[in-house]
């Protein structure tokens, strides 16, 4: 087609082929300077609190180490990069530290990798005692967060965000106070201070410095040096940060099904206890009730359900295996036969359940576990000679099984039930609970080898009942969870580490009711461990760990969510989308301007 009269076609030659070359090369560059911004997702650093240590592990003195993070986006690696060395309890603090970081600000932490850095003065960096603040500055960087060079955190780190004591507290003080840190936060569980909760209301406590009568530790509370209790994680962020992450969260409220349900289930299962105890009357047997159950059973209070059943069903394994040690062995075979029958059916009916809500998925995992366990006890009881004990046992678990039914079909939110997706999961929490006990395993053979028992169970119905090896690892990861804060608390302060574990199942719990979940394990377990709390605190903290752990199954199942970034990565994404704006924009004024015609310049009139 030809050019309208009185405009060129003709490009000018001065700006060529080569402005539209220009104009990408400055697009490309744009875009490689966004992208080398998203590639760095976050970074920071933050003072560990070391002991140098002597002949015969005795303790020289104070000193510091540095740790350095840098987050990127990749597929969840962990690395560790140490000088001098670490010791394997360090790297196994490192990565649970890092897990728990990524628990509290609920990130799916699978999308990054971690760098961690530790440079030290000590011959070896080791012990948990670096958890607390490998967790802080986790948390710090993911969430940008800049972390306050003048403050430094000794103590380790616990399921629920529990910072737990560690030993030579002095001379982490004074090696800080030597390197000019102002401020040493210490576990409030330290032997130095027992500071508690009042009361598990869903806000942590207050940062509290120690009081000049608290012993050695105030001491060198002086010449600009302050010693502060935390006793969580969102405490030790406080005093970091300068970022309030407490939440307040409305208590929970029992949904009245549950309440029916459960209702049902102490009636029927105490019941039974009333039953068996007039049989053994009516047979003439003594019943040395050595537990005082009948006592303990009417201490609790009538709204208390779960803690009611869990009480009868102790009763009835006694009183049962009383009953059944005085039978015939006619008797004992008939009772084991019709156990076996009674158990088929009712696995039957479990696996024809329609599964489709997180409360339908935590009844099949409970009614499960307790109907596998009778079946295995059946099977191991001699069919000529049973024993008692093993068959008392096995019917009370199948009795509560068909008890704990009635929860099956309560309103609630539909969840995705893909069984490749369950197993994937399954073998995630084995992986996690696998970490924790080796790390157990470190300190103790001895003290991991029942969360080890529990694991081996998870791991052989990882491949026919993902359900329920999700809920049996999780119990086995509790357990492990349970022995590693234990392992530095002094037997005083037992009360105050079951008070702050009831407070971070009590948060776990509000926050699963905010999302329109009720964690029906979770919030029984957490029932039951406040009712044992005064009389059985070790049984006590078994289940307030097992509350931490089943509250928010949630996660293990899938959910049609949107995708979230932590806020470093979005800040590099907006570098990206600026980047990519302004080089679009100048490729445009480029390009435009490269196309646009030359004038035609009259000639000059020749004199």
């Not at 948990?128 to 967790?135: D, E, F, L, Q, V």
């Not at 007039?278 to 040395?288: D, I």
């Given at each position: 087609?030809?050019?309208?009269?009185?405009?060129?076609?003709?490009?000018?030659?001065?700006?060529?082929?080569?402005?539209?070359?220009?104009?990408?090369?400055?697009?490309?560059?744009?875009?490689?300077?966004?992208?080398?911004?998203?590639?760095?997702?976050?970074?920071?650093?933050?003072?560990?609190?070391?002991?140098?240590?002597?002949?015969?592990?005795?303790?020289?003195?104070?000193?510091?180490?540095?740790?350095?993070?840098?987050?990127?986006?990749?597929?969840?690696?962990?690395?560790?990069?140490?000088?001098?060395?670490?010791?394997?309890?360090?790297?196994?603090?490192?990565?649970?530290?890092?897990?728990?970081?990524?628990?509290?600000?609920?990130?799916?932490?699978?999308?990054?990798?971690?760098?961690?850095?530790?440079?030290?003065?000590?011959?070896?960096?080791?012990?948990?005692?670096?958890?607390?603040?490998?967790?802080?500055?986790?948390?710090?960087?993911?969430?940008?967060?800049?972390?306050?060079?003048?403050?430094?955190?000794?103590?380790?780190?616990?399921?629920?965000?529990?910072?737990?004591?560690?030993?030579?507290?002095?001379?982490?003080?004074?090696?800080?106070?030597?390197?000019?840190?102002?401020?040493?936060?210490?576990?409030?569980?330290?032997?130095?201070?027992?500071?508690?909760?009042?009361?598990?209301?869903?806000?942590?406590?207050?940062?509290?410095?120690?009081?000049?009568?608290?012993?050695?530790?105030?001491?060198?509370?002086?010449?600009?040096?302050?010693?502060?209790?935390?006793?969580?994680?969102?405490?030790?962020?406080?005093?970091?940060?300068?970022?309030?992450?407490?939440?307040?969260?409305?208590?929970?409220?029992?949904?009245?099904?549950?309440?029916?349900?459960?209702?049902?289930?102490?009636?029927?299962?105490?019941?039974?206890?009333?039953?068996?105890?007039?049989?053994?009357?009516?047979?003439?047997?003594?019943?040395?009730?050595?537990?005082?159950?009948?006592?303990?059973?009417?201490?609790?209070?009538?709204?208390?359900?779960?803690?009611?059943?869990?009480?009868?069903?102790?009763?009835?394994?006694?009183?049962?295996?009383?009953?059944?040690?005085?039978?015939?062995?006619?008797?004992?075979?008939?009772?084991?036969?019709?156990?076996?029958?009674?158990?088929?059916?009712?696995?039957?009916?479990?696996?024809?359940?329609?599964?489709?809500?997180?409360?339908?998925?935590?009844?099949?995992?409970?009614v499960m576990e307790r109907l596998i366990e009778a079946q295995q006890l059946l099977a191991k009881?001699?069919?000529?000679?049973?024993?008692?004990?093993?068959?008392?046992?096995?019917?009370?678990?199948?009795?509560?099984?068909?008890?704990?039914?009635?929860?099956?079909?309560?309103?609630?939110?539909?969840?995705?039930?893909?069984?490749?997706?369950?197993?994937?999961?399954?073998?995630?929490?084995?992986?996690?609970?696998?970490?924790?006990?080796?790390?157990?395993?470190?300190?103790?053979?001895?003290?991991?080898?029942?969360?080890?028992?529990?694991?081996?169970?998870?791991?052989?119905?990882?491949?026919?009942?993902?359900?329920?090896?999700?809920?049996?690892?999780?119990?086995?990861?509790?357990?492990?969870?349970?022995?590693?804060?234990?392992?530095?608390?002094?037997?005083?302060?037992?009360?105050?580490?079951?008070?702050?574990?009831?407070?971070?199942?009590?948060?776990?719990?509000?926050?699963?009711?905010?999302?329109?979940?009720?964690?029906?394990?979770?919030?029984?377990?957490?029932?039951?461990?406040?009712?044992?709390?005064?009389?059985?605190?070790?049984?006590?903290?078994?289940?307030?760990?097992?509350?931490?752990?089943?509250?928010?199954?949630?996660?293990?199942?899938?959910?049609?969510?949107?995708?979230?970034?932590?806020?470093?990565?979005?800040?590099?994404?907006?570098?990206?989308?600026?980047?990519?704006?302004?080089?679009?924009?100048?490729?445009?004024?480029?390009?435009?301007?490269?196309?646009?015609?030359?004038?035609?310049?009259?000639?000059?009139?020749?004199?």
């Open positions: 087609m030809r050019a309208p009269s009185g405009i060129s076609s003709r490009v000018s030659p001065a700006h060529g082929p080569r402005a539209p070359l220009l104009a990408l090369a400055l697009l490309a560059l744009c875009v490689l300077c966004a992208h080398a911004a998203l590639a760095k997702a976050g970074e920071g650093h933050i003072v560990l609190l070391t002991v140098a240590e002597g002949p015969n592990d005795t303790e020289l003195g104070g000193g510091t180490a540095d740790l350095y993070l840098q987050v990127r986006p990749g597929s969840g690696a962990i690395f560790i990069d140490s000088f001098p060395l670490t010791r394997l309890d360090t790297q196994g603090s490192v990565r649970y530290a890092n897990q728990i970081a990524c628990d509290f600000l609920q990130e799916d932490c699978a999308q990054y990798d971690f760098f961690y850095t530790i440079r030290a003065n000590s011959a070896i960096v080791g012990g948990p005692s670096a958890g607390a603040a490998i967790s802080v500055l986790t948390v710090a960087v993911l969430d940008g967060q800049k972390v306050d060079a003048k403050t430094a955190i000794t103590g380790t780190i616990n399921s629920g965000g529990i910072i737990g004591p560690v030993g030579g507290i002095p001379q982490k003080v004074a090696g800080a106070k030597a390197v000019g840190i102002t401020r040493v936060l210490i576990p409030a569980l330290s032997s130095v201070a027992n500071v508690t909760r009042p009361n598990a209301t869903g806000s942590g406590a207050p940062l509290a410095d120690i009081p000049p009568e608290s012993g050695d530790v105030a001491s060198l509370s002086d010449g600009g040096m302050r010693v502060s209790l935390v006793g969580t994680l969102e405490d030790a962020l406080a005093a970091v940060t300068g970022k309030n992450y407490t939440r307040d969260l409305p208590p929970v409220q029992e949904p009245p099904e549950y309440a029916q349900k459960m209702r049902e289930i102490a009636q029927d299962i105490c019941a039974r206890t009333a039953l068996l105890r007039s049989q053994a009357e009516a047979r003439g047997l003594a019943y040395n009730d050595t537990s005082n159950y009948t006592s303990r059973i009417a201490a609790i209070p009538s709204s208390r359900d779960y803690s009611r059943a869990s009480m009868c069903f102790s009763s009835n394994i006694e009183l049962n295996t009383l009953l059944l040690g005085n039978s015939t062995q006619a008797q004992l075979r008939l009772a084991r036969t019709q156990l076996l029958a009674q158990s088929r059916s009712l696995e039957k009916d479990v696996r024809a359940r329609n599964v489709s809500t997180i409360t339908d998925l935590e009844t099949y995992a409970i009881s001699d069919p000529v000679s049973p024993d008692p004990s093993g068959l008392a046992y096995a019917q009370e678990r199948l009795t509560s099984a068909t008890s704990w039914s009635v929860f099956f079909g309560i309103p609630g939110k539909q969840v995705e039930l893909d069984p490749a997706y369950l197993r994937r999961a399954c073998l995630a929490k084995i992986g996690e609970a696998e970490e924790r006990i080796s790390y157990v395993g470190l300190y103790s053979d001895a003290l991991a080898a029942t969360p080890r028992d529990t694991l081996a169970d998870a791991y052989r119905l990882s491949d026919t009942e993902p359900v329920l090896c999700i809920f049996i690892a999780s119990k086995a990861k509790a357990q492990a969870n349970l022995v590693s804060s234990a392992l530095f608390i002094d037997e005083s302060n037992i009360a105050g580490l079951l008070q702050e574990k009831l407070h971070a199942g009590d948060i776990v719990i509000r926050k699963q009711a905010r999302k329109g979940f009720f964690p029906l394990l979770g919030y029984s377990y957490a029932q039951y461990a406040q009712d044992l709390s005064a009389q059985q605190p070790l049984s006590a903290l078994t289940f307030s760990e097992y509350s931490l752990e089943l509250s928010n199954l949630d996660l293990y199942f899938p959910q049609r969510t949107g995708y979230r970034l932590s806020p470093a990565v979005l800040e590099g994404v907006e570098l990206f989308l600026l980047g990519s704006l302004f080089g679009a924009s100048v490729a445009f004024f480029v390009l435009r301007h490269a196309s646009r015609p030359a004038s035609r310049t009259p000639p000059r009139k020749k004199r």
